[in-house]
Structure formats: structure tokens, C-alpha cells
């Protein structure tokens, strides 16, 4: 990174830990589409396979899921291998790029060995995060079965609820790692990214059941005007079959349009996030360019509005539900509630028992507001506003409500601009890279002097302005989403994410069929 070694990052004092972990090899050359599709499709059936892998000897009747209300943003699935999903992947990411973005860790990303040092160094976090946020889960709300506490205590005579534990520690280790892994495998020989592809399956997966489940509400009991079916399509369609007109006007269309589960203003809300998702991510800024050594070849440079991408919204999602999750440990877990000033600090959130939602406090106000019944209908009407209780007694007071929405949507946007400036740093989309990457390809800007600098000058009237921008607007939308809601419990940030994954991911395939025709585009769109 600098001249002398006295002035390398102390992370290059890592470096033989960090060679020495397991990582998918980059491929040499080309690799070709085919290939790539292959693997994406293989991971992705690896993917489902694990959502569907029960953690063995877990009891899930008494189990807390602590990252409930994040779920779908997290790519997991309640106590299976994939209970962690991405979140020790993501939260390791948060952690270098605010680390690197204040200037803490001194690491120059545009120098390719202080690049390797970065990727490997959050490998290791990553590692680290694993076990940070499964062992908390793990010995204080994810309790082992009975039976696997005997089996344990055969094998290990006076410590077999500890053997068990540490079990369940090691499955949820090896799972979370196994993703880490088939994200790389889809980065470096598939299309696109694994953790956004494992975002767009899981909330796809949500919003089908969501909109089709025919199985009743309560699977416990009889199909039934107060037990009807689960989707909100077929929910629909019994009420009315089964419903009079009289009935109907007597609270029917309430049930249908407003009542949990799926109402269908919740269907309705996801159908216009998917459509407004689409307009953004078309709206973009051309440049033109044309090739210097050839006449008459012209092209044009895209700068999106959504120029981030959705990685920033990504980033926040994990945030907070790692603010959720600590929240709650501080509140209620044994080993955190005695710690001084945040063991048991009603400021930082409380809960009602066996709730993993707080009910008041800081991770309250920065909790996911769950669509209009969790803010617009209490808002509006004392009915809603009298049920609308934490659990332990408080009823939220229309003051409260309104805090909580423009909190948690300000949060959101500041948020999303942060995370926006640091993601284009760090993956060399800035000006300067652009610029390089436009010069090394033969193009230029007509009109204007061949040389990065110049090209660097254009750019910077761009890029920083449309970072700021694109953070802004995808934590807006992310927010909004939220607000209006969504089916199946997807999260209005989860159908964000995933109907922007999933256009950028066509783009991606575009992009690959072209230059499999066209192989000299293979330099100017960065493949090998």
C-alpha cells in the first residue's frame, strides 16, 4: 500500500491466518455461460435443500427466533441450517466498510494487495460473526430437545446440556459457512451474487405462499370464516362464496381487504412496490462515448439511478436486526442482562414475554414497521389504536406511532446514503475507476481529451451525486414498502430487494449471452 512496511496496515499481521482459510478458487479465463447458469441453478437448489435441513436436537416448540421480523431480508429460515441466513456475511461487511470509510483500518482498495488483505481480513470476521451471533441464540433461546440432552449426557457423563448446545452451535457454524462459500461460487463462477440471489429466492418463496396458500390460517383447526385460508387469492374467494352480501357490508370487506393474514391491500401494495421498482431501476443518465481507434463506433456509459444498487438496503436491514437481536439479548438473556448501563436499560428496548418484537425503547423505535395495520389504521381509528398493545400491558399512543414511522424511515434513508457512498468506494465505482475502466477499453467522451484524468473530471459531476441519490432513494422506497406492506410476510424491504435483484440479475444474464457473441466487450464490461 506504501513505500516503507512500517507504514502497512496492521492487517497484514493477519495475512497468514487469513491465506490459510478455506475459499473458492477464481477461475482461469473465461468460464462460459453455461457453466455459469449451471452453478447458479445448483446453488440455488443447495440453497432450498438447507432451508428445509432442521437443526438437529432442537427443541423448536420452545425456541425464540430473534431475527423473526427480518427473515425474508436475511435469506433464512426459522431453526434450520440456514437460521443465521446471511447475516454474519453482511454484518462482517458493515463492520469493514465503516472501519475503512473512518479511516481506522488504512487500507488503500485500489492497491490490489491491500485489496487481498481487506477480502481475506472480512472473511475472518465473518468467522468471528458466525459465532458472535449463534451462541448468544443458542444458550439463551434456542433450547435442545430432551431427548438429545440424554443422548449428550450418555456421551459426555455431568456436562450433556452443554454438549448438546455446543452441537447446535457447531450445526448453525457449519450452515452459515456453507452459504459464505456458495456465495463465492456464485461470484466467481455464476452470474451475479449469491447473497442476492439467496434474498430473491427466499422472498419469492414467501410471496407465492403468501398470495396461494389454500391451507387454513390455523392448520390446527377447521376451515372456517374465522379460520380461512392462508393466501390471500384463496382467502378471497372463500369469503365470498361463503359470505352473504349483507355480510359482506357487515365487516366482510374488512376481513377481506384489511384482516390478517394476507389482507389484500397487502397483495395490492406488492404489486405497486414490484411496478415502481421497475420504473427506478430503468431511469438512468447516458453518457456517450465512442472509440478512439475506430470511426463511427459510438456507445454510451449508464449511470443508474439506483447506481448502488440495492446493497445499501441490504446493509441497513442487517444492521438493525443485529440492533434487534442485542437489544433483546441485553433485556432478557441471563448472561447480558447484568452488564452494567445495558444489562436490562429499559432506553435500550424491552419485551414482552416470549415477543420478539420490542415494545418499547430504542430497538422499538428502530424496529420494521410491519404495513398499514401497524401504523395507518391505529392511526385512524380507536378501535385499531385499543388492540394495538405491546403485550406487557402499554397501549402506544398515536404520538408514539408517529415517532416510531418517521424514525425508522429517516434511519433508513440517512442509512442507505451512508452505506451507498461506502459501497462504491470499496467495489471501485467511483470516478477515478470508472474512468480507468473507460480509458483501458478504448472509449472516450467526444469532444473531450482522451485521458483519465479528464474523463475522471466528467465523472465526478456524476457519480457522487447520483450515490447520494441512489442511497437515498432506495432507502426510501425500502422504507415506504414497509409501510404500505406486503403478503406473506416478505417485509416491504424484502420485495424491494428481491424485484431489484431480480431485474439486475436479467441485466446480468444480458450482458453474459452478449459478450458470449461479442468476446472483445468482455474488457470493457470488467470479464476475463
Not at 328 to 333: D, E, Q, Y
Request: glycine letters at 10%; proline letters at 5%; zero cysteines.
Amino acid at each position: 500500500m506504501a513505500e516503507g512496511e512500517d507504514k502497512k496496515s496492521f492487517l497484514y499481521k493477519l495475512k497468514p491466518v487469513t491465506d490459510r482459510l478455506p475459499a473458492v478458487t477464481k477461475p482461469e479465463g473465461h468460464v462460459h455461460f453455461r457453466t455459469k447458469m449451471s452453478w447458479v441453478i445448483l446453488i440455488l437448489l443447495l440453497y432450498f435443500a438447507m432451508t428445509n435441513v432442521v437443526i438437529y436436537g432442537l427443541d423448536s416448540e420452545q425456541g425464540v427466533d430473534l431475527f423473526a421480523q427480518y427473515r425474508a431480508i436475511l435469506a433464512g429460515a426459522q431453526f434450520s441450517l440456514m437460521h443465521l441466513g446471511i447475516g454474519p456475511i453482511v454484518t462482517g461487511s458493515i463492520i469493514m466498510q465503516l472501519f475503512t470509510g473512518a479511516k481506522i483500518i488504512k487500507l488503500d482498495l485500489k492497491n490490489p494487495e491491500d485489496k487481498a488483505i481487506y477480502q481475506g481480513t472480512q472473511k475472518l470476521l465473518v468467522l468471528v460473526m458466525i459465532v458472535v451471533e449463534s451462541a448468544p441464540q443458542v444458550y439463551g433461546f434456542m433450547e435442545p430437545s430432551a431427548k438429545f440432552i440424554d443422548i449428550s449426557e450418555s456421551l459426555w457423563a455431568g456436562a450433556g446440556l452443554s454438549l448438546a448446545r455446543t452441537f447446535i452451535v457447531v450445526q448453525l457454524f457449519a450452515g452459515s459457512y456453507l452459504v459464505f462459500l456458495m456465495d463465492e461460487v456464485v461470484s466467481k463462477w455464476g452470474i451475479g451474487s449469491g447473497i442476492s440471489l439467496f434474498i430473491a429466492a427466499g422472498v419469492s418463496q414467501q410471496i407465492f405462499t403468501g398470495s396461494l396458500n389454500w391451507h387454513p390460517a390455523n392448520p390446527t383447526a377447521a376451515m372456517s370464516i374465522s379460520n380461512p385460508p392462508a393466501g390471500t387469492i384463496p382467502k378471497t374467494i372463500y369469503i365470498f362464496h361463503h359470505m352473504s352480501a349483507p355480510e359482506l357490508s357487515n365487516g366482510g370487506y374488512e376481513q377481506i381487504f384489511l384482516a390478517q393474514p394476507n389482507p389484500m391491500v397487502a397483495l395490492i401494495g406488492t404489486i405497486v412496490i414490484f411496478l415502481f421498482v421497475a420504473y427506478t431501476e430503468s431511469s438512468r443518465i447516458e453518457l456517450p462515448l465512442a472509440h478512439g481507434g475506430a470511426r463511427g463506433a459510438r456507445g454510451r456509459y449508464p449511470i443508474k439511478l439506483i447506481y448502488a444498487s440495492n446493497i445499501p438496503v441490504i446493509l441497513m436491514a442487517a444492521l438493525l436486526a443485529n440492533v434487534s437481536m442485542f437489544s433483546m439479548l441485553f433485556a432478557s438473556h441471563p448472561s447480558f442482562m447484568n452488564m452494567p448501563i445495558l444489562g436490562e436499560n429499559w432506553m435500550l428496548g424491552y419485551y414482552a414475554e416470549g415477543n420478539t418484537v420490542a415494545a418499547g425503547g430504542l430497538a422499538y423505535y428502530l424496529s420494521t414497521v410491519n404495513g398499514v395495520g401497524d401504523w395507518l389504521l391505529p392511526m385512524l381509528s380507536n378501535d385499531y389504536l385499543g388492540s394495538y398493545i405491546s403485550g406487557i400491558g402499554d397501549v402506544k399512543t398515536r404520538l408514539q406511532i408517529g415517532i416510531h414511522v418517521i424514525v425508522y424511515v429517516t434511519v433508513m434513508i440517512i442509512g442507505s446514503i451512508l452505506f451507498a457512498k461506502f459501497w462504491i468506494e470499496t467495489t471501485n465505482m467511483g470516478p477515478e475507476a470508472v474512468a480507468s475502466q473507460i480509458e483501458s477499453s478504448g472509449m472516450q467522451i467526444p469532444g473531450f481529451r482522451r485521458d483519465p484524468r479528464v474523463l475522471k473530471r466528467v465523472l465526478e459531476r456524476y457519480i457522487p451525486v447520483v450515490t447520494i441519490i441512489s442511497g437515498a432513494v432506495v432507502g426510501a422506497l425500502a422504507a415506504g414498502a414497509d409501510l404500505i406492506g406486503t403478503v406473506g410476510n416478505a417485509s416491504g424491504t424484502g420485495v424491494l430487494l428481491a424485484v431489484g435483484i431480480l431485474i439486475q440479475l436479467y441485466d446480468a444474464i444480458g450482458r453474459e449471452q452478449m459478450m458470449e457473441m461479442h468476446p472483445v466487450l468482455r474488457g470493457f464490461f470488467g470479464g476475463e
